[in-house]
């Protein structure tokens, strides 16, 4: 895939804006021929999401265990943007299509154990995981905010 | 319970542009078996600038009325050159029965205000009692003997000079009203003539709407949360909304400033942004291959996304 300037500058900006301002680490470039530009996907210093089904799994575990759980971050996607872009739904839809939930290094869905009563919390950084990417927008003064999305209905948090 | 239900059709009416329900039971039906809540639109006539507890009708969205109207438990009728075509072409039979049917709420409303009149003489003599009672123990026995009289010649007098008055005629008078409904006029059935529909099937707002009605989410007009639609889990009685919701193509470009301002203000009033589209079917189908599937999934996949802001 041939990569233009432009998007070679837009996705070095997202992933020095990661690792220098908001202390990633394991930050990667990530291509395929099915995504129309690179990616990025690396370790945030802290757990960026819980779901909410999650956190109410966590809870309980917390409750049954008598043991205060603190979730371990998460490798996450993040898709550079810039701000004058526009974007459709069926490109978005294709950008899902084109990853899996869990970025390369991650667990193995497959290796969790589906049936410990104990460790069903454990489930949401596996099978349980859904898609989602964070959108990193990118202005001219090197502002950039994160936002997730998500593919499919996922209810909000309770914060 | 289930055998009226299955035969109910929603008269939905098409004034001025707008889709209205005037029957309660039918809101009730669509709300309750349909998803559909919509909003009360009906004031008082004497405070036309109400805004609060308003009642029937309800304004059904375009969508709303498209979706009963697709599923085979409503039809909408063009009120305008409906009443118009029934008040001209009305056969003697169906002329006798309506002015009769008219006749009788003159006569409930007659009823009505006779019942009424006769509640507050009732009370008011009820009170007149009260009031003469305590009046006699502190007075004993003489001044109840003066005012006897006093009631006495009144009762009598009274009479005397209504005699006076030539008797009106023995005729019916009855209250003039304005009926609220024209439901004897209208026929139960819908009428033959085909109205264009509310909005097309194929139109972005439908579509989205049909996929996340028949998951059981519920709409409101989303103006107060900055969107299409506010989107609740159930009914709006026991959720706060999950999402507001905009509707797109699936090939329409969105700004990116409009996914990050509408993701912020969702997330600041403790919703997701939610946006989706459903995908052309191929080869212009309309009909997917799939057999049996439930009706929201005509043509291509739905495909929904929802926006939050990330915290950093």
Known sequence: MVISDHLE??????????????????????????????????????????????????????????????????????????????????QFAALFDAIDSIPPGGPDPDSFDLDDPASQWKLWQGPKRGKRVLLATVQDDSTVTYYWIFDGLVKPRQN | MTAPVAQRRVRISRVAGRFLVFDIDDVVYIRRHHGICAVLTGTMPQNPTQNLFLGLPVELQAEEAQLLVDKGVGYV????????????????????????????????????????????????????????????AAEGEPSSSSTKPATDSESTS?????????????????????????????????????TEPPVPSSSPSYLLYRFLNSRGYYFTPGLRFGGDWSVYPGDPFRYHAHYLANYYGWNEEIPMLDLVTSGRLGTAVKKGFLFGAQKPSPAGGEVSDTPKQDSANQGGEVRVFCIEWAGM
Not at chain 1, 11 to 20: A, F, G, S
Not at chain 1, 31 to 50: D, F
Not at chain 2, 78 to 85: A, F, K, M, N, T
Not at chain 2, 159 to 180: F, G, M, N
């Open chain 2, 158 to 194: 009274l009479p005397d000079t209504t005699c006076v008055v030539p008797k009106s005629p023995p005729k019916e008078s009855l209250p003039a009203i304005t009926p609220t409904t024209s439901s004897a006029l209208i026929s139960v059935t819908p009428s033959a003539a085909a």
């Open chain 2, 77 to 136: 009728a063009d009120e305008l050159s409906e009443h118009l075509s029934l008040l001209t072409s009305a056969d003697d039979t169906a002329r006798k029965a309506y002015l009769q049917h008219l006749k009788q709420l003159r006569r409930n409303a007659q009823l009505a205000f006779e019942e009424e009149k006769a509640n507050i003489q009732a009370k008011h003599q009820a009170k007149r009692k009260v009031a003469a009672k305590p009046a006699k």
């Open chain 1, 9 to 90: 500058a837009l996705t070095k900006i997202v992933l020095h804006n990661l690792r220098y301002q908001h202390d990633w680490v394991e930050v990667h470039q990530y291509t395929k021929p099915e995504l129309p530009r690179p990616m990025i996907y690396g370790l945030p210093p802290k757990r960026l999401y819980v779901h909410p089904d999650e956190q109410v799994a966590i809870i309980r575990a917390e409750k049954e265990t008598g043991q205060r759980i603190e979730p371990e971050p998460e490798l996450e996607w993040v898709l550079p943007l810039h701000l004058s872009e526009k974007w459709t739904p069926g």
